[in-house]
């Protein structure tokens, strides 16, 4: 058996991708198990852990000296095997690090995104003082994300006279603007 495996091995070494795939074949029940293991332990997606194994294998037959006899090829295969997956496994955690946001970081976003809201508040709040009631009403609607048309059949005028609105409100927010700037 030793004797074949080695041959095996030299083959593999010779770049014979047929030997590759008898060697994968032989190996299929440790893959499996050591893929499935670390699969459940939430550590990547199952083809890419088993891409990860079998290159592993692969690496393993092409670095293994089988001159020597301290260390039989299939423990060297497996700790080959595993270390692979637990390379693969501090990738997906360093990835699933960086997309998550710190906790301090995101904190700090929402006030900035709840000052500015705050702000915008004030803003309207101020000009709504210097609209009409019919100007006011069509900011409301425009800012509730509504078109021109649909403006228009809300309160019952036609385009020509929502645009003319809206065209007065921004005058008025400029002006407010410069006053306050």
Do not use: W
């Amino acid at each position: 058996m030793e004797e074949a495996l080695a041959a095996l091995l030299r083959e593999i070494q010779s770049g014979s991708d047929e030997s590759f795939e008898k060697l994968k074949v032989q190996y299929a029940p440790l893959i499996a198990s050591m893929v499935s293991s670390f699969y459940a332990s939430g550590s990547g997606a199952k083809d890419e852990l088993l891409q990860e194994a079998r290159s592993a294998l692969l690496k393993a037959a092409l670095t293994y000296d089988h001159t020597q006899r301290e260390v039989t090829f299939g423990l060297y295969a497996k700790i080959c095997i595993r270390n692979a997956l637990i390379s693969h496994r501090r990738k997906v955690l360093c990835r699933t690090q960086q997309d998550m946001p710190s906790a301090p970081a995101e904190k700090k976003e929402a006030r900035r995104v709840i000052a500015r809201v705050q702000d915008a508040q004030r803003v309207v709040a101020r000009l709504a003082d210097s609209l009409s009631p019919y100007e006011c009403q069509v900011l409301e609607e425009y800012m509730a994300g509504k078109s021109v048309p649909e403006i228009a059949a809300a309160v019952g005028k036609n385009p020509k006279s929502i645009y003319n609105a809206l065209f007065r409100i921004r005058q008025k927010a400029k002006q407010l603007e410069q006053t306050e700037g």
